[in-house]
């Protein structure tokens, strides 16, 4: 599959989990991060680091130019395995190409953990939680990254 990232470029955005607020973040990115079957470390790694370094914020001149890290924003990583709803037969979504919370689980944690080293400040919401996610958008900007798994 394709692990895949929907960016959103915030003012603020946070998660609500059972009526209790378990992250928020300022002005950076919403990271709706979804993980497919057969991805793996390599993906998450790639995917964290093109989030680091895409240049989506704006310089001085209103010219997309900078990057969460140029900014010294902040990044909000919400694990989504609805990235993956296949809508092709019936009415019904299926998420049969959603990688497993055993395998899924891990690969947000080592994508959270690589985008961290790049200095970003990152908070996640709540594997697996049914989760309130509040987002202020700015622009708005919403891109989608995806990464092929690598061949095997």
């Keep these: 599959m394709t692990m895949r990232a929907v960016l959103q470029r ?32 390599t993906e998450a790694v790639w995917l964290a680091d093109k989030c680091a370094a895409l240049r989506i ?5 209103g010219k997309t ?8 924003g902040e990044a909000l990583v919400v694990s989504q395995f609805t990235l993956y709803a296949n809508t092709q037969k019936g009415r019904r979504p299926s998420f049969v190409e959603a990688a497993p919370p055993e395998v899924a ?3 947000v944690d080592a994508f959270t953990e690589r985008l961290a080293s790049h200095r970003v400040p990152v908070q996640q919401g709540r594997f697996g939680a049914h989760m309130l996610v509040e ?6 900007v919403t891109i989608l990254l995806e990464r092929e798994p690598e061949a095997r």
């Design 57 to 61: 914020f704006e310089d001085q001149n």
């Design 135 to 140: 987002i202020e958008n700015d622009g708005p």
């Design 65 to 72: 130019n900078l990057s969460v890290q140029d900014v010294a």
């Design 105 to 107: 689980a891990p690969l």
């Design 10 to 41: 915030v003012r603020r955005a946070a998660v609500v989990v059972d009526g209790q607020r378990i992250a928020e973040i300022g002005p950076g990115l919403l990271i709706l991060l979804g993980v497919g079957l057969g991805d793996t470390h």
